[in-house]
């Protein structure tokens, strides 16, 4: 099972980026998905979250400003990110639990994300 993240870059502030991160091997299904993220010096930290049914949760920081989404058919999840403030320059990871014998909590790579004028 492999996870991979795409979609990040450089931005102004203001600015939007859209992230993708799709599941990809021999599972089951897929319960969680969820983008978390690490800027230097700081611990990482849930972003975003997804269940399979579409509820969602946010960082306090995030909210009204990012939006999380997920294609089921296509085992990918979005993080639609607008207004973007240097504050939310990170390495993004995202995060997804999956079930194939059992459940397990799988990451994809980092994909960096830099806001600045």
């Known amino acids: 099972v492999q996870l991979q993240a795409s979609g990040g870059g450089l931005v102004q502030p203001g600015g939007s980026l859209r992230l993708s991160c799709a599941a990809s091997?021999?599972?089951?299904?897929?319960?969680?998905m969820a983008w978390y993220r690490q800027a230097p010096g700081k611990q990482r930290e849930l972003v975003a979250g997804v269940l399979s049914g579409g509820s969602t949760n946010y960082a306090d920081s995030v909210k009204g400003r990012f939006t999380i989404s997920r294609e089921n058919a296509k085992n990918t999840a979005y993080l639609q990110m607008n207004t973007l403030k240097p504050e939310d320059t990170a390495v993004y990871y995202c995060n997804a639990d999956i079930r194939t014998s059992y459940v397990g909590s799988y990451w994809g790579q980092g994909t960096q994300v830099t806001v600045s004028s």
């Open positions: 091997g021999s599972f089951s299904s897929i319960n969680y």
